[in-house]
């Protein structure tokens, strides 16, 4: 069963970075589409972006486009998310998900939808504030 583990959080002031990694137990992300979500408070939570299992490619939320990327690492079974420019209205909880593709699949673009996630990590918290 695939496991994931945030890490990179912390504290930043705006126009800042970040990088936020998402380490990979029990399976490998060979066969994974893996994105981004991140819940504020008061707030519903959505996707941020995420990346096919093949193929390389990547889907990002309107408001992170241009700023965050998303890449994966095979070898390390590790992905991540580049953060820059942030803003306060980035602060969150970062979550770190997979969706395990079938043989046929592998190259399906993948989707900022919350119910196609299976695998989810504990979160790690970003604040942007100065």
């Known amino acids: 069963q695939l496991q994931l583990v945030e890490s990179g959080g912390g504290l930043v002031q705006p126009g800042g970075s970040l990088r936020l990694s998402c380490a990979a137990s029990?399976?490998?992300?060979?066969?994974?589409?893996i994105g981004w979500f991140r819940q504020a408070p008061g707030k519903e939570r959505e996707g941020v972006s995420c990346i096919s299992a093949r193929g390389g490619s990547t889907n990002y939320a309107d408001s992170v486009k241009g700023r965050f990327t998303i890449s994966r690492d095979i070898a390390r079974n590790m992905v991540y998310l580049q953060m820059n420019s942030l803003k306060p209205e980035d602060t969150a909880v970062y979550y770190c998900?997979?969706?395990?593709?079938?043989?046929?699949?592998?190259?399906?673009?993948?989707?900022?939808?919350?119910?196609?996630?299976?695998?989810w990590g504990q979160g790690t918290q970003v604040t942007v504030s100065s």
């Open positions: 029990g399976d490998t992300l060979n066969y994974y589409a």
């Open positions: 998900v997979g969706l395990r593709r079938d043989a046929l699949s592998l190259f399906r673009y993948c989707v900022l939808s919350e119910s196609e996630y299976a695998y």
